[in-house]
């Protein structure tokens, strides 16, 4: 059966990444980072531990920070599971979370951050879905700062949940030592977001190409044609995609009119 209407949010969604070339220059996300409280970090498992001292880390120059160290090998956590540091965020209200900034300092590039996981707890809260899974290893013994993967237009809200942030680590070896120096979000105002799928939306519903057709006789060669709107199945579709491009378009303006007055 046919579906009888369309979800913009979601449709904008799913075309981001084709579309995305099509958008307005102005539409660029611009995000802002918030450093939150890297020594509130909590061992995942009891092989995991954490420590700090303000005299010295131990670690490069010594400057101070969260210490991770491990009593086994490898990044699994005693019983099965993944041998983690973990703590919960709080982000302001109107903003979404688009991804992680972590700065670190190796003892050893044997043992390192393996995975940066962004999870949001359901309601109820039985279960946590992961929404950004980083599996990168940062094996640069730094000191350096990284960012995570970006969710970029599928960010986290946290109004419709709890979100938590994991560290995975990995061990070479139990003398090592990983040293957190900071950690920040990577935040979007959910207003810019707003303003982002508005202009997919519209390119979506304006969308067309130029283009050369080719024929058999005189006059059929070389002829200049345009391509239509996108067709969905049903034409009448297409105008609560337009309506609601325009709604937020509109939206967008008033609020930078307000800005400028």
């Not at 980072?33 to 010295?56: C, K, Q, R």
């Amino acid at each position: 059966m046919r579906s009888k209407s369309i979800q913009p949010l979601a449709l904008a969604a799913v075309l981001a990444a084709a579309l995305m070339p099509l958008a307005s220059p102005a539409a660029a996300q611009t995000d802002t980072v918030m450093w939150i409280n890297h020594l509130d970090f909590l061992p995942g498992d009891p092989s995991v531990i954490t420590d700090f001292n303000a005299v010295s880390s131990g670690v490069g120059g010594g400057l101070s920070g969260l210490i991770i160290e491990s009593t086994t090998v490898g990044e699994d956590a005693l019983g099965g599971g993944n041998k983690v540091v973990e703590t919960g965020l709080q982000v302001p209200p109107g903003y979404l979370i688009t991804g992680v900034r972590l700065c670190y300092e190796l003892s050893s590039a044997a043992s390192f951050v393996s995975q940066i996981r962004l999870a949001q707890v359901q309601d109820p809260p039985d279960v946590a879905i992961v929404r950004l899974d980083d599996g990168t290893d940062l094996v640069d013994p730094g000191p350096v700062c990284v960012d995570s993967a970006s969710l970029g237009l599928a960010p986290i809200d946290p109004t419709a949940g709890a979100v938590r942030l994991d560290l995975r680590v990995n061990f070479g070896d139990i003398a090592d030592r990983i040293v957190v120096r900071a950690v920040g979000l990577h935040l979007v105002s959910d207003g810019v977001i707003e303003g982002q799928i508005a202009d997919l939306l519209e390119a979506f519903v304006t969308h067309s190409h130029w283009y050369l057709t080719t024929g058999r006789g005189a006059g059929h060669n070389n002829t200049v044609a345009s391509t239509g709107p996108p067709h969905l199945d049903d034409a009448a579709e297409v105008s609560p995609l337009r309506d609601e491009a325009t709604k937020k378009k509109k939206k967008k303006r008033g609020k930078r009119r307000r800005r400028r007055g």
